[in-house]
């Protein structure tokens, strides 16, 4: 009995799955990181959307740009350059050379998944959008750059419409970004597990199966995979779905079925 053999019985032949006690463990926790690259495909081509997505608004917003470059820490623009705002599917982006707005307006400006972007008088400023992740992550959702520290020195319209015309995300952040979706993945897969194992284990107790705790957890492990399957094709098709529930429910449902043909204690005598 191998993972493959495993995998195919987990679609078609549900009552075999038991077989999964006589896995080696470190077979299932390889099998448990399979399971999560299933989960963090979708996510991640959620991601490269958004960042294509963010790539275009950036071209668009780009021919709005008046001419402007930072110079010797300064943020300097021709006379007749007057400040705007400017919203796209996923940026907000405002351009101020007249110090009218701060940091706290340009994130104020910025609702739901859209960026907030902003080119002010004496700093470039960056707000991401408040969910928690950018905290946890980066430790803030909030960031500004002086001009004064002399970072953006060079920097002009011209060379930023060119940059952005010609930006390609490369396959190395691409990479990136697929491991570090990976991490969170694999640990939310490890909690439902867990939480999947203990239900199975206490209702192999109930039923009197002659099956150990790490027993259930290996065979509970193959029984997600229908549920990783189904739950990936979900988020293809929508964003806001929390797949814990499904996971855990249909996967206590097939462990019942795996388990069905286990031997069994005998019944104490009173």
Known sequence: MNSFTLF????????????AKKMPFWKVILYVFFLSIILALPITKQIFSIMNDIKSDGQEIATKLPDFNITDGKFQTSQEAEGFIYQT???IFTFDPDGKRTLNDVAADSVGSAVGLGFLKDEFVVALPNSGAADALLGANQFEVPYSKGTLDGLNSKELKLALDKANVPFWI????FIVTLYPTFINLVINLLMITIGANLYSKIRLYKLRFLDCLKIATYCATLPVIISSILHFLTRSFDDSFLIVFTSLLIFFFAIRNEERRETPLV
């Open 174 to 177: 691409k990479l990136i970004v």
């Open 8 to 19: 195919k019985h987990s679609l078609f032949r549900l009552t075999d799955l038991n077989q």
């Open 89 to 91: 599917n996923s940026i």
